[in-house]
Nanobody, 114 residues
Framework: QVQLVESGGGLVQAGGSLRLSCAASGSIFSINVMGWYRQAPGKQREWVAQIIRSGPTFYADSVKGRFTISRDNAKNTVYLQMNSLKPEDTAVYYC????????WGQGTQVTVSS
């Protein structure tokens, strides 16, 4: 089992920045990929970014150049630095860990005002 706890969401004006954190605990040795997803009201959950255990990172076109995913192995934590935020980035952001099974955090709300 893997437990994920997100933090760092909040309310920010358009053009601002936020950094989300996702702290992992439990059977973290089984994790191969960690990523961020988001779900806006009335929409399906969508993939935002991911980081592979070996290091490569990948981004959705909608956030490329604005968001950066990174990790601190010593803290078992993955981050999502979000810059140049837009109102359309408003959503609940979820952390996911993949290691044979997909694990999800509880989500953190990000609201970007225009």
């Amino acid at each position: 089992q893997v437990q994920l706890v997100e933090s760092g969401g909040g309310l920010v004006q358009a053009g601002g920045s936020l950094r989300l954190s996702c702290a992992a605990s439990g059977s973290i040795f089984s994790i191969n990929v960690m990523g961020w997803y988001r779900q806006a009201p009335g929409k399906q959950r969508e993939w935002v970014a991911q980081i592979i255990r070996s290091g490569p990172t990948f981004y959705a076109d909608s956030v490329k150049g604005r968001f950066t995913i990174s990790r601190d192995n010593a803290k078992n934590t993955v981050y999502l630095q979000m810059n140049s935020l837009k109102p359309e980035d408003t959503a609940v952001y979820y952390c996911q860990a993949q290691g044979g099974t997909a694990y999800w955090g509880q989500g953190t709300q990000v609201t970007v005002s225009s």
